[in-house]
């Protein structure tokens, strides 16, 4: 099966570009951005050895979906999907924080507070809570967002402002987004039987303007649950049914990988590959309640997204 996993793209007025763990990025005279959703995999912050064909499209299709229901809170940087991999958009300088919301102690929350911890970025965590139980509302536990190649660490509202990484009134509405966005993900996550566990949202400034970036409510970036049975499963301390990318980290924990330096990534056989693409059109239709309209494969693919990208941007230059 084919997968993208590298682009090398010259796209007219390009002046930058960046790659990430999945996602590449061209800026565009200095204005907008081409972000392409590659096929890469990363767990543990190590990008694995082979793509996984129509992850890509899914990502890509699902932010697209949440970033056209949530115009209506804040504006986002999306400008158009000229291809099923790909989203052009407005550049905005980055805030340098990501707002992690939290419905429900799981994950790394609940790792902190069973080692003893009751405080989390500041946020007062009640005693006696247990496993994947619900906030009484939402927390924001804010991460710095940390330079190419390091990890993020986790900071206070308080070190934010007194450090000025973001202006008091910005990160103040910055806050009031981010929980907004959330709502808005769980209602839209409840009507397809889910519930929206913990997100994560990034933010830009453009002329003075705050605009969400980046993607939102896709399954790299945010945690589900299944709602039917998880009062169940709560009341009887058994593991949540989960809707996330949590089982590549699982399978490659069982294959004796957690991203320690020097470890190598276990094969991916084809068979392994195909299983992660089936969860993937899992997640995507889950999700959005839509049938994945598979894009085929052309023969050149950089051929289609060069097309695609350069009919989009001679509108916009």
């Known amino acids: ?103 429900y102690l799981t994950g790394s929350a609940w790792r902190a507070y069973k080692n003893g911890m009751r405080e989390i970025c500041g946020v007062a965590i009640p005693e006696g809570m247990r496993e994947h139980q619900a906030f009484h509302v939402p927390i924001i536990t804010p991460t710095t967002k940390a330079a190419h190649g390091l990890h993020d660490e986790d900071i206070s509202r308080n070190e934010i402002i007194a450090r000025r990484i973001v202006d008091e009134a910005d990160y103040i509405q910055l806050e009031n987004y981010a929980l907004a966005l959330f709502r808005r993900g769980s209602e839209m996550a409840a009507r397809q039987g889910l519930l929206l566990v913990d997100t994560k949202y990034e933010f830009g400034k453009k002329d003075g303007k705050i605009y ?6 896709t399954p790299d970036s945010s945690r589900y649950f299944y709602a039917d049975g998880y009062a169940e499963r709560f009341a009887n301390n058994e593991p949540q049914k989960q809707l996330s ?32 693409t089936d969860r993937y059109i899992e997640l995507y239709e889950k999700i959005t309640g839509a049938t994945l309209v598979r894009e085929p494969y052309p023969e050149n693919i950089y051929e289609r997204i060069e097309t695609n990208v350069g009919n989009l941007l001679a509108r916009l230059l």
């Open 1 to 103: 099966m084919k997968a993208l996993i590298k682009t090398n793209f010259q796209f007219p007025q390009q002046t930058a570009t960046y790659t990430g763990k999945v996602r590449d990025v061209y800026t565009i005279a200095g204005r907008y951005l081409v972000m392409i959703a590659t096929d890469r995999i990363s767990a543990f912050d190590v990008v694995l050895p082979k793509g996984i064909p129509y992850k890509g499209q899914i990502l890509n299709q699902i932010a697209a979906k949440f970033l056209a229901a949530t115009e209506d809170i804040v504006p986002n940087w999306r400008i158009a999907s000229p291809d099923p991999m790909v989203t052009v958009g407005h550049r905005c300088e980055p805030f340098a924080v990501e707002m992690i919301v939290r419905g």
């Open 212 to 217: 969400l970036i980046d993607e939102i409510h």
């Open 245 to 276: 990318k949590e089982f590549v980290r699982e399978w490659l924990m069982a294959n004796g990988f957690n991203g320690q330096a020097g470890q190598p990534a276990p094969e991916m056989t084809d068979e392994v590959v195909a299983g992660i």
